[in-house]
C-alpha cells in the first residue's frame, strides 16, 4: 500500500541543523510531487514547502524560506528537509504528503495531500 | 495568523448536523482555487476527508460534504457520531504566497 515514512527527527539546539527523511514505497515515486506540513505542539497545521516530481521546481512557506531546502532521491524513493539556524519556533511534528495526484508537468505541484506519514518530531531547545 | 479562517470549536449532539466554515480572499478561494478538507484524529497524522470543493475520496461516509462560495467554503457533517470528534483543517493554493495554506483548524465535539 501507500506508505510514508519519516526519520530524523529529535532533540536540537537552536542556530543548529537537522536533515529529515521521507521514505516511500508502493507507488512510482518519480511522477508525484512532495510536500512538507508541520504542526507545532497543540497548534495547527502550517504548509511547509514542497518539490517537484524531479526536484526542478520548489516552494517555500516566507517562514522557513532562506533555512530550509527541500531535496528528494528519485532512485532511493525518499524526500528530504534540511533544515538550518532552527529556532525554537521550529519546534513541531513534521508530516510528509504526497500531491494526491500524479504530475503529467514540473509545475504541478500544488492540490491536496493524501496520504501522509506519520510524523517525525523535531524539538529545538537548549 | 492564518489567512483561511476557521471558527475554532463547534460542537453537536449525536445525530445532528454541524458545519464548519472557512473563510479566505482574493487571493485563495476567491480566485477560485480548490478548497480541501482534512479530519485529524487525536494523536493521528491528517487524513484527506474532501478534495476539490465537494469530493469524497474512498472510504469517507457519505454523512461529509463540502461546498464552496465566493471567498468562503464549508463542510458539513450530518448524522454526528462519537467517532467524528476530531480536528478538522480547510487548506487550499494562496496565489500571494505562492504556496498552500492551512485553516487553523476547528475542533468537534461531540456533547
Known amino acids: 500500500q501507500v506508505q510514508l515514512v519519516e526519520s530524523g527527527g529529535g532533540v536540537v539546539q537552536p542556530g543548529r541543523s537537522l536533515r529529515l527523511s521521507c521514505a516511500a514505497s508502493g507507488f512510482t515515486f518519480n511522477t508525484y510531487a512532495l510536500h512538507w506540513v508541520r504542526q507545532a505542539p497543540g497548534k495547527g497545521l502550517e504548509w511547509v514547502a514542497v518539490?517537484?516530481?524531479?526536484?526542478?521546481?520548489?516552494y517555500y512557506a516566507d517562514s522557513v524560506k532562506g533555512r530550509f531546502t527541500i531535496s528528494r532521491d528519485n532512485s532511493k524513493n525518499t524526500l528530504f528537509l534540511q533544515m538550518n539556524s532552527l529556532t525554537v519556533e521550529d519546534t513541531a511534528v513534521y508530516y510528509c504528503?504526497?500531491?494526491?495526484?500524479?504530475?503529467?508537468?514540473?509545475?504541478?505541484?500544488?492540490?491536496?495531500?493524501?496520504?501522509w506519514g506519520q510524523g517525525t518530531l523535531v524539538s529545538v531547545s537548549s | 495568523q492564518s489567512a483561511l479562517t476557521q471558527p475554532p470549536s463547534v460542537s453537536g449532539a449525536p445525530g445532528q448536523r454541524v458545519t464548519i466554515s472557512c473563510t479566505g480572499s482574493?487571493?485563495?478561494?476567491?480566485?477560485?482555487?480548490?478548497v480541501h478538507w482534512y479530519q485529524q484524529l487525536p494523536g493521528t497524522a491528517p487524513k484527506l476527508l474532501i478534495y476539490?470543493?465537494?469530493y469524497r475520496p474512498s472510504g469517507v461516509p457519505d454523512r461529509f460534504s463540502g461546498s464552496k462560495s465566493g471567498t468562503s467554503a464549508s463542510l458539513a457533517i450530518t448524522g454526528l457520531q462519537a467517532e467524528d470528534e476530531a480536528d478538522y483543517y480547510c487548506?487550499?493554493?494562496?496565489?500571494?504566497?505562492?504556496?498552500?495554506?492551512f485553516g487553523g483548524g476547528t475542533k468537534l465535539t461531540v456533547l
Open positions: 504528503a504526497r500531491r494526491a495526484s500524479s504530475s503529467s508537468t514540473p509545475s504541478q505541484v500544488f492540490g491536496c495531500f493524501d496520504p
Open positions: 476539490t470543493n465537494n
Open positions: 518539490l517537484s516530481y524531479d526536484g526542478s521546481i520548489e
Open positions: 482574493s487571493s485563495n478561494i476567491g480566485a477560485g482555487f480548490d
Open positions: 487548506q487550499a493554493y494562496d496565489s500571494s504566497l505562492s504556496g498552500s495554506m
